[in-house]
């Protein structure tokens, strides 16, 4: 593998700039033909504490992670809070070395900062022992040293990336560019000059590693985004001009990028007290007429409950971002996991009607999320897009090409004020008409408030056509009947029409399938591919379109396989949970494959719990549980 592609984790502490750096040297590798692909892993502090990205780079498409990872640049944790074995948390000096070396590969190489990770700190670890046995190739550098000759010691960064880029045999070319992107002036000169002599110092080593960087080409030009890029660009192209929250990892990132570019559209953002306050302004401004947005992560979504039921009685058109992350409570708010599930499909009260959309990259990111403003615009109701730390941070690139493409127009199924006036009712405006043959399956068009001849009673009651409070049993019937006809309506666009957001990989005629959803889907078509070029006959699906839930296609790819193995990260099973709830006949072609460890799945951890599934032997795993279907 690491003649075809290079996996690089950079590891320090928090607040030592990891993640920056990360993503130049991402974008380095980018513009020099190579797809990439980023995972980073962080902890829940504002500063100190072990943190690393990885960046995958080979000249074909990347879709996830590999299985671990082949170059480790060591910078050391400049803001460690113990320096005693004793402590609860350990030496953190040495942690971004010592906590790295379990996924290192065979053949790798290491190059660690002598300046942090004294002769004395290292030798009490045992990565001379491991390293012979691994044959992994060490190169000790004094990176702070090189950085403090030409400035200060934040610069070892930099000094890094020159060591890298000597030892994969990397021009500093992309390197410099970007350089002279950020930085002017005598910043710029010092660290270019650190970079320069870094990479020339590495240049005199004897190399014993064979890891070279891979040569690409891209037809045309990318760009470099994360989940969250995509999620607030996909708002503004379908014309999202109002947001309001409140920050809360990993969902921050889309209400910060969204607060700095809607002012620039002419739209608002508001960071208000609370969630509670938050969706109920984005109600207030749907209801207005603009298109709005909200959105929180775990217990911020929770506090949203009562007003998502608010929305979907008043049938206020809504878009909401739900980001996973590992609970319940506060858990561990900067790692990845799917145990939100449930709160978004079931939250609220009674009966309720939403769209649920789950995209798993970037680019899916971008389109469900227009998806939902077009839908939640056109049938009046709350659109809801989940999605977990690990989509919200990976940077990966995309063809600029991509987003080229026009907003859905205006806002569907509202009258102007000419069709108030030509309304055949009684005076009064019913903006909750039983039946409304002008508007889409289900819907009843509504009015903006201050048009002539369209006031209505918009409130949290079951209501008679006008708004008003009414418990008459025919009315409630109805009213609820014509609700649930939207889902009907939706369901028949995306279950299996051209709107299906169900992505399948592998061949068609498959005699097993692994089923996934969300950001796993990438992990897992990579584990489909390698697991047919060993000669098994298996198919992938990855789920998009989380409600209304589309039965005829799972059913579909269910009856044309003989079991399947379902992907999540969960406890408690979740999704597979779904799948039984909605085609329950199903459960005993259902396997589970869980991790919920705050890690996400590689590749190879999915082929090996499917060989373990299909050739029915015991399956052992410190890091993923196994579940077979019942009566197995």
Request: with cysteine.
């Amino acid at each position: 593998m690491t003649a075809q592609e290079l996996v690089w984790r950079i590891a320090g502490g928090s607040g030592d700039g990891i993640d920056s750096t990360s993503q130049n040297f991402a974008k380095a590798l980018l513009r020099s033909g190579l797809d990439v692909f980023t995972h980073r892993h962080y902890p829940s502090r504002i500063r100190g504490g072990h943190t690393y990205v990885e960046v995958r780079a080979r000249p074909e498409p990347v879709r996830s992670r590999g299985d671990g990872y082949n170059f480790l640049l060591v910078l050391g944790d400049s803001f460690a809070r113990n320096k005693r074995e004793g402590t609860i948390y350990g030496d953190e000096r040495v942690k971004p070395l010592t906590e790295n070396l379990d996924e290192l590969r065979e053949g790798g190489v290491i190059v660690y900062d002598t300046g942090m990770l004294d002769e004395e700190l290292v030798a009490a670890t045992d990565l001379e022992e491991r390293a012979e046995a691994n044959d992994w190739h060490v190169y000790p550098v004094d990176l702070r040293a090189i950085a403090r000759e030409h400035g200060r010691d934040v610069m070892r960064n930099t000094a890094g990336v020159g060591v890298t880029a000597a030892l994969i045999e990397k021009d500093l070319d992309h390197f410099e560019r970007l350089l002279e992107e950020r930085m002017s002036g005598d910043v710029l000169e010092a660290n270019r000059a650190v970079l320069r002599d870094a990479y020339e110092e590495a240049e005199s080593f004897e190399f014993g590693h064979d890891l070279r960087v891979p040569s690409g080409e891209h037809e045309e030009e990318q760009a470099l985004l994360s989940g969250s890029h995509a999620i607030a660009y996909g708002a503004l192209d379908e014309g999202c001009r109002f947001i309001s929250g409140y920050p809360m990892t990993p969902w921050t990132e889309v209400f910060t990028l969204l607060s700095k570019h809607l002012p620039e559209r002419g739209g608002i953002a508001e960071q208000v007290e609370d969630e509670i306050a938050a969706v109920a302004a984005a109600i207030g401004a749907s209801h207005a007429g603009a298109k709005a947005m909200s959105g929180s992560s775990g217990g911020g979504f929770a506090l949203m409950s009562e007003a998502l039921g608010l929305a979907e009685i008043t049938e206020t058109p809504l878009v909401l971002i739900e980001s996973m992350r590992a609970g319940p409570s506060t858990g561990m708010p900067t790692k990845p996991e799917q145990s939100d599930l449930d709160l978004v499909l079931y939250t609220s009260q009674g009966d309720s009607n939403r769209v649920v959309f789950a995209p798993s990259n970037t680019r899916e990111a971008y389109e469900q999320t227009r998806d939902a403003f077009e839908l939640a615009y056109e049938y009046h109701l709350p659109a809801l897009v989940i999605y977990d730390q690990k989509l919200s941070g990976e940077l990966r690139n995309v063809p600029v090409s991509f987003f080229d493409r026009e907003p859905s127009p205006g806002l569907p199924n509202t009258l102007t004020e000419d069709a108030l006036e030509a309304d055949p009712t009684d005076g009064r405006f019913h903006r909750y008409r039983h039946e409304d043959e002008g508007a889409s399956a289900g819907v009843s068009r509504r009015s903006i408030p201050g048009q002539r001849g369209g006031h209505y009673l918009a409130s949290g009651n079951e209501h008679h056509p006008t708004g008003h409070l009414s418990e008459d049993p025919e009315n409630r019937v109805a009213q609820v009947d014509r609700r649930a006809a939207k889902l009907d309506a939706i369901r028949e666009r995306v279950d299996g029409g051209p709107a299906s957001h169900q992505t399948y990989f592998g061949p068609e005629a498959a005699e097993y399938g692994i089923v996934t959803w969300g950001s796993q889907q990438g992990t897992v078509r990579e584990a489909v591919a390698r697991l047919n070029e060993e000669g098994h006959s298996v198919r992938g699906v990855g789920v998009g379109d989380l409600a209304p839930f589309p039965k005829t296609e799972m059913t579909e790819f269910l009856e044309s396989v003989e079991s399947a193995l379902v992907v999540e990260m969960s406890e408690s099973a979740q999704f597979r949970g779904l799948i039984q709830r909605e085609l329950g006949a199903y459960g005993d072609r259902l396997d589970s494959l869980l991790k919920y460890n705050g890690n996400p799945f590689e590749p190879r951890e999915i082929a090996e719990a499917f060989r373990a599934s299909v050739e029915d032997h015991e399956f052992d795993s410190s890091t993923t549980t196994f579940v077979p279907a019942a009566g197995d």
